[in-house]
């Protein structure tokens, strides 16, 4: 092969590498038009910042390798372009041991750095882990249906479906179940994901630093609703928590075993439901009758 043809050759391969890149840009840009209102990016809580600076970290070291390829592959087309003839052409060369060993260290050193830093922050982010706080906290039971969410206030003796709300000042604790097939609570803003799976108990602690509201949702496919498997989080000041709690105390509607067989069924686009009362240990009912 000449090397004219081994130049068009690599103007070629040059040429399809930058049309990608374009394109790998503009779906990016298009696709993050709205990425600083995400929620997880703007955090709402302790935890939730902990999430929001490690996962910068984490992209930050791996624009340690994407940054030099996009700079380098725009270096070498411009470089290496046609009208560029004092540009040096090495056909025969093979093997540089520096380029080598920056291919295979720095990539390693990377996935060492990544790795030191899920370690860490695995134990410090244990979502069992309590919340050190000078006031104690809410203690929540959470139900994951088709295709909707079961709230159950031990401390209240109150119910809620489709909505969570608890005062900013105090840590939440969440112990949860599903009385359905696997699905997964995550609350953008406060923290992590977590699992609920019938017949057993998962938990979760997280703290809102202000008042805020945010949307929490279900991120495991659960079937025809999961869509609309949604709710409203109101994280709120005392004495409106305590207004809400006197609302609720005032629905009519209780929650016992008959109540809840109907409730349980398969439905979607559920509407927020308030109930007074209901069947007690109810939780632990639900995660014992997958044990027998």
């Avoid at 690599?10 to 890149?21: A, E, F, M």
């Avoid at 409106?240 to 016992?256: E, G």
């Amino acid at each position: 092969m000449g090397k004219g043809s081994a130049n068009r050759i690599y103007r070629t391969n040059v040429g399809s590498i930058l049309c990608k890149t374009f394109a790998i840009v503009a779906l990016v840009a298009l696709g993050g038009c709205g990425w600083t209102q995400a929620a997880v990016l703007d955090p709402k809580g302790l935890v939730g910042l902990e999430e929001r600076d490690l996962l910068i970290k984490a992209a930050a070291l791996m624009l340690i390798v994407i940054v030099p390829v996009f700079v380098l592959t725009f270096w070498f087309a411009w470089h290496f372009r046609a009208s560029n003839t004092a540009a040096r052409y090495a056909p025969h060369w093979s093997y540089s041991l520096a380029i080598d060993a920056v291919v295979w260290l720095v990539p390693a050193l990377i996935v060492f750095v990544i790795g030191y830093l899920v370690w860490t922050n695995t134990h410090k982010l244990d979502p069992y882990k309590p919340i050190e706080a000078k006031n104690a906290p809410l203690e929540i039971d959470v139900v994951s249906e088709d295709w909707k969410w079961l709230f159950i206030y031990p401390e209240q003796t109150i119910a809620v479906v489709n909505e969570l709300v608890f005062p900013s000042d105090r840590p939440l604790s969440l112990k949860l179940t599903s009385d359905t097939v696997m699905n997964s609570l995550y609350i953008p803003g406060l923290g992590g994901q977590i699992y609920t799976m019938a017949g057993m108990q998962t938990q979760l602690n997280l703290h809102a630093d202000s008042p805020t509201k945010l949307v929490g949702r279900n991120t495991q496919y659960s079937g025809t609703g999961f869509p609309e498997q949604h709710f409203p989080v109101d994280a709120t000041t005392e004495a409106d928590f305590a207004a809400w709690i006197a609302r609720v105390k005032q629905s009519p509607k209780t929650l016992d075993a008959a109540t809840y067989a109907a409730l349980a069924k398969p439905s979607g686009s559920v509407p927020i439901t308030y109930y007074s009362a209901y069947e007690p240990d109810l939780f632990n009912k639900i995660i014992q009758k997958y044990m027998d």
